[in-house]
């Protein structure tokens, strides 16, 4: 990755460029609970894990993560698609990794949409293994 790219904490101030990120990744889908006011919970419960990549005063990369105190989760790690396979989400995938460890948890999960090649593809080459037996399920409140 190149010197001009840095990391940093997500902040709430960065949810804009985050979310147009987000829109231009191909795989990754904006649901309910992604709006600016759930994510400013998401990030005060779970300080310093989430984390962007900056080049000059452009967010590049995105990743949010937190922990239940139990397991960790990752979601919406995007790169901007001109700088994938530059180093960028495994970057920051370590970093957050890195902050769940910290935090002592031994497991994390992520989501990965089922028609995701792409998405699925960058996972396994970092190591992450699909859930067998495991179904995803979920409840709108």
Not at 13 to 28: C, M, N, P
Not at 58 to 86: E, K, N, S
Not at 89 to 100: F, P, T, V
Request: some cysteine; aromatic content about 6%.
């Amino acid at each position: 990755m190149g010197d001009q790219i840095h990391t940093r904490e997500f902040c709430i101030s960065d949810y804009d460029a985050a979310l147009q990120l987000w829109q231009r990744v191909e795989g990754l889908e904006i649901a309910e609970g992604d709006e600016k006011e759930n994510v400013a919970q998401f990030l005060a419960r779970n300080p310093g894990l989430s984390r962007v990549a900056v080049g000059e005063s452009t967010i590049l990369g995105v990743a949010l993560c937190g922990h239940d105190g139990r397991r960790g989760h990752i979601y919406h790690l995007a790169v901007d698609p001109a700088y994938q396979r530059c180093g960028v989400g495994k970057r920051l995938l370590e970093e957050c990794l890195d902050g769940l460890h910290k935090a002592k948890v031994k497991r994390v999960i992520i989501m990965v949409a089922d028609d995701n090649q792409r998405g699925t593809k960058f996972w396994e080459r970092c190591g992450w293994e699909k859930i067998r037996g495991a179904i995803p399920m979920g409840i709108d409140l």
